[in-house]
């Protein structure tokens, strides 16, 4: 099924275009997940995926897909790697779109395995991500593998206007027909993923573009009326869910409002069991998010 339509029928049925972030980070977790754990990456890996599929079964509700962060589990080698495919078929039987924060983006068979690696089958078995984020800046070849993916049901996030502070560097800039690099980037993603519009009128080939820039999302949905907005930077970048009402304004799956910081370590700054303290920031978050 295209994945554009399978997303936009999960935000119909579950009433939510909310996506958590997964970003553990081992001096952040409750006391309760690190204890007695060995010391090294078998066992941060292990502090991890109590992490993780705890805060799978607390947001699943309020939740239409979660969004982890690969980097944090690569960096405790094979052990992290291990622990991200179980969270990722954890979050998949827990009814989550699993959208896979890896960022790749290279040329010929390199683009071919990184696409393989998290958009294919194996043995028979789901990809591990339904989804995930891939970076245009080597072009349109770097992109065919991911685009192919695409084709047999899975789904992309190009990285176009991104929240953090230095993406003025390079996507602000002005080419000479007075363009901004970034609205030049959203005008490729949307002829690349022209031909991946399911019925629901959402293309398989989206885009990442930063909630704390309210007129940059709106400027996007003019240059990509088919592309599901890919919104990260609300909560602890100062991102309002609010303020992004442009993005969802033809269909309600046509944004994810992702939260991390805000919603996984929201216990940190309430009373009461932690599991708890995530649910109510999810919920809370999840009424505040505009929808069509």
């Not at 275009?17 to 980070?25: A, E, F, K, M, Q």
């Not at 109590?50 to 980097?71: D, G």
């Not at 089958?121 to 789901?126: E, I, K, L, M, V």
């Not at 930077?233 to 609010?242: L, T």
């Amino acid at each position: 099924m295209n994945f554009a339509d399978r997303l936009a029928a999960a935000v119909v049925r579950k009433g939510t275009s909310l996506c958590v972030g997964l970003d553990p980070r081992i001096d952040l977790l409750p006391p309760e997940l690190v204890t007695g754990l060995k010391a090294g990456p078998a066992g941060r890996a292990r502090a991890y995926e109590r992490f993780c599929t705890a805060l799978i079964e607390s947001v699943a509700e309020e939740a239409v897909a979660v969004k982890p962060q690969v980097a944090f589990f690569e960096a405790l080698g094979g052990h992290g790697l291990s622990a991200l495919d179980r969270i990722c078929a954890f979050a998949s039987e827990h009814d989550l779109i699993v959208i896979a924060d890896a960022k790749r983006g290279d040329i010929g068979s390199t683009s071919q395995a990184y696409a393989e690696a998290w958009l294919a089958p194996r043995d028979g078995a789901p990809p591990v991500a339904d989804a995930m984020t891939v970076n245009p800046y080597m072009g349109g070849d770097s992109l065919e593998p991911f685009l192919l993916a695409c084709g047999a049901g899975s789904g992309l996030f190009v990285l176009v206007r991104t929240s953090n502070p230095g993406a003025a560097d390079l996507q602000e800039q002005r080419l000479a027909d007075g363009q901004r690099v970034w609205e030049r980037t959203a005008e490729l993603v949307a002829g690349w993923g022209a031909e991946l519009v399911g019925e629901s009128g959402l293309s398989s080939v989206g885009a990442v573009i930063g909630a704390t820039s309210p007129e940059a999302v709106e400027r996007a949905r003019e240059l990509m009326p088919h592309q599901i907005l890919l919104l990260p930077g609300v909560g602890a970048q100062g991102g309002r869910a609010g303020d992004l009402a442009a993005a969802f304004r033809d269909h309600p799956a046509g944004g994810l409002v992702v939260a991390a910081r805000s919603v996984i370590y929201a216990w940190r700054e309430r009373r009461g069991d932690w599991q708890q303290s995530v649910r109510l920031a999810a919920a809370e978050l999840r009424a505040a998010t505009p929808v069509a």
